[in-house]
Each structure stands twice: as structure tokens, then as C-alpha cells.
């Protein structure tokens, strides 16, 4: 019986020396752990603060495809940048923000480059398609539209862009009487065949086109008007006919009985719509 309790103190012993060894070795690797991962943040760290990882001049910034109207020495006039400064305390995003607040970007994506150090930069611009004139407070507001009915004041974007010619579309009224339709009313207008110069949105009972062949009173504007512009089409060989001056407006509040209103009083005129068009 004291055979048996021997062993088993010493079976006891030899365990507690086992496991004081294991914790040791885990105090150890805690340690080299420790050491290895302050080693490589500080590494990290002094690789981050090398002057190779600066951003000294604006040609270390690359403009991708998108900027068509903006050059790129205008949009890196932009960033608020100054150099040098580090690489890793430039912020992207909020780059990126600043940038989509400019009303001639719609959208910016600004990503880091390690090699070479730089920016690279990528924009969406707002193409103007339409000049807008709107009376508000006793003076008329002129400002640009987009294909999306995003608006954009005319002094800015003539600031960016000095040397760029103007839409030749002219929208007037306010935008609240169109936005809600806008695009697909300039969908519709820029696919005619017919040239639309003018639209005017200030009667919001009728909304009214100026084109090549004259005025052309749509009426509310709803989801006929695809179909209205269609019709209108189709009405081009009244341009073979009359003169522009002869009509005073042409009708197609209802596309399915197009009128056009002839300067003689009280003289109307149904045109013959050909059916193959």
C-alpha cells in the first residue's frame, strides 16, 4: 500500500513540474508574440514615415477616363491639396466627397497608390444639355441641366470651363414644374427627328415646344409624351408644306388627333399622318 501512494506523489509531482513548464512556454511565446507584433507595427510605422511615401507634387496625381470637360489641371484645382504631405494622412473619401459637392461632378472615387506613391483619381461629370432660365425674386436665373435634371449655375460651370460651348437647348420655367418628367422628355426630344429649340414649362397646364416646325402645345405633361414625340415626327413633311411662320401652333395634346392651328383665323388643318412611318 506504500508502494502505490509513492508513486502516485511522484506521478503528482511530475505533473505540477509539467504544467509549470507549459505555462512558462506560453509566458514565453506571449512575450516573443508581444515583441513581434510591436516590432512589425513599429517597422510598418517607420516605412509609413519615409519621405518616399509623400506626395510632393500634383503630377503624382492620375486623372482616369471620365473628365472630358474638366481638364485635369482644373480638377486637381479641386482638391485643396498641399505638398508635400504624406501619403497616409491623405483621407480618400473625404477627397472624394469635396469633389461630388462641385455641381459639375456627379460622382469621384479617390484611391491611394503605393507604387509609385500617389492618388488616382476617377470622375463622372455632369454634361450639361439644356440652358435654364427662371424668373425668381425680380431677375432671371440662368443655369445648365444634365441628361438626369441635376442643376448646375452657369457661372460655375463657365468658370471650369471657359472654352466649352453651351447646350443650345433652352429650358424655361422653374424645375419644380419639370423635374419630374424631365428625363424622359429630353430622351424623347434628343432622339427626334424633329429639332426642338425651346421648351417651355411655365404653364404647368401646357407644356409647349419650340421647334423647327413651329410651336407644338403638348398639354399636362404625363407618360404620353414619348408618344406625342413620336407623333411629331411624323408630322415632318408639314415643313415641305408651310413655312414655319404660316403655323401657330400644332396641337398634339391628344397624339391620336393631332391639329395644327393655321395663322389665318379660325383655320385649322388635321394633317394626313403616313401610316408607314
Not at 39 to 47: I, K
Not at 56 to 83: E, F, H, P, R, W
Not at 186 to 205: D, F, G, L, W
Request: charged share 20%.
Amino acid at each position: 500500500m506504500a508502494g502505490i501512494i509513492s508513486v502516485s506523489r511522484t506521478d503528482l509531482a511530475q505533473r505540477r513540474q509539467k504544467l509549470r513548464r507549459q505555462r512558462q512556454m506560453k509566458i514565453i511565446q506571449a512575450i516573443w508574440r508581444t515583441f513581434a507584433i510591436t516590432g512589425l507595427a513599429g517597422g510598418l510605422l517607420w516605412v509609413a514615415v519615409q519621405p518616399v511615401w509623400m506626395l510632393k507634387a500634383s503630377k503624382q496625381i492620375v486623372m482616369k477616363s471620365g473628365n472630358k470637360l474638366l481638364s485635369d489641371q482644373t480638377t486637381q484645382s479641386l482638391l485643396a491639396l498641399s505638398y508635400p504631405q504624406s501619403l497616409w494622412r491623405i483621407e480618400p473619401s473625404a477627397i472624394a466627397n469635396s469633389l461630388k459637392k462641385q455641381p459639375t461632378i456627379a460622382q469621384a472615387i479617390v484611391r491611394r497608390r503605393l507604387f509609385p506613391p500617389g492618388l488616382i483619381i476617377e470622375i463622372q461629370e455632369r454634361v450639361p444639355v439644356a440652358v435654364t432660365q427662371t424668373r425668381g425674386n425680380n431677375k432671371v436665373i440662368i443655369g445648365l441641366l444634365d441628361a438626369s435634371g441635376a442643376w448646375m449655375p452657369l457661372e460655375k460651370y463657365i468658370s471650369l470651363n471657359p472654352t466649352k460651348k453651351l447646350p443650345n437647348l433652352r429650358v424655361i420655367g422653374s424645375p419644380k414644374q419639370y423635374c419630374s418628367y424631365w428625363t424622359q422628355l429630353h430622351e424623347a426630344v434628343s432622339r427626334s427627328p424633329i429639332k426642338v429649340m425651346e421648351i417651355n414649362c411655365q404653364n404647368p397646364t401646357n407644356l409647349i415646344l419650340k421647334t423647327e416646325l413651329g410651336n407644338v402645345h403638348l398639354g399636362v405633361p404625363g407618360p404620353q409624351l414619348s408618344e406625342q414625340i413620336k407623333v411629331l415626327a411624323q408630322m415632318r413633311p408639314l415643313a415641305t408644306k408651310f413655312n414655319s411662320s404660316q403655323i401657330e401652333y400644332i396641337d398634339l395634346k391628344n397624339p391620336e388627333s393631332p391639329l395644327v392651328q393655321m395663322n389665318q383665323k379660325d383655320q385649322k388643318l388635321t394633317p394626313k399622318i403616313p401610316k408607314n412611318i
